[in-house]
């Protein structure tokens, strides 16, 4: 795992806990990582990288990411293992897993619902698009919104 500090070197007087947002992403391909790495630092989010389940199910135990970003296809332990373990264990059920996947098909979203996930993002994807969408499913999420984000993976929008 590899964790990225602030960007912003802990500048500017404004909202703290906004800058010290962290997001796990959980990706083989290090292309994905790299371009979702840079446009996430670049709207203000800490970003821990990890290059697989094993990876992920330790950082998620050691840093306690606001926000896990979750390739699906892995080798070894994929995504919907380390989404079953975190959704399994005491202290981790809470943190919102957004899946990142080239499966697109209805049963895969169908999955990520059973899972307890708030998002999935297919790919390709806009990656300009990224931070917004973590933005937005933290915001929602701290507006008492988790069970209607994971409603909205079946495809009702």
Known sequence: MRHRPDPGGGSG?????????????????QAIRTICRVNLEGDGFAVAEATNGVE????????????????????????WRVAEQLHAE?????IPVVFLSARAEHED??????????????KPFDPIELAGIVRDVLERIARGERDQLNRELSGHE
């Open 109 to 122: 979203r169908l999955r990520a619902q059973e899972l307890g996930a708030v998002g999935y993002v297919v």
């Open 90 to 94: 005491e202290e981790t059920p809470e």
């Open 56 to 79: 992920a199910l330790e950082a998620v135990r050691q840093a306690r990411p606001s926000l896990v970003l979750l390739d699906v296809m892995m080798p070894s332990v994929d995504g």
């Open 13 to 29: 007087g404004g909202r703290p806990d906004e800058s010290a947002r962290l997001v796990l992403l959980v990706d083989d391909e």
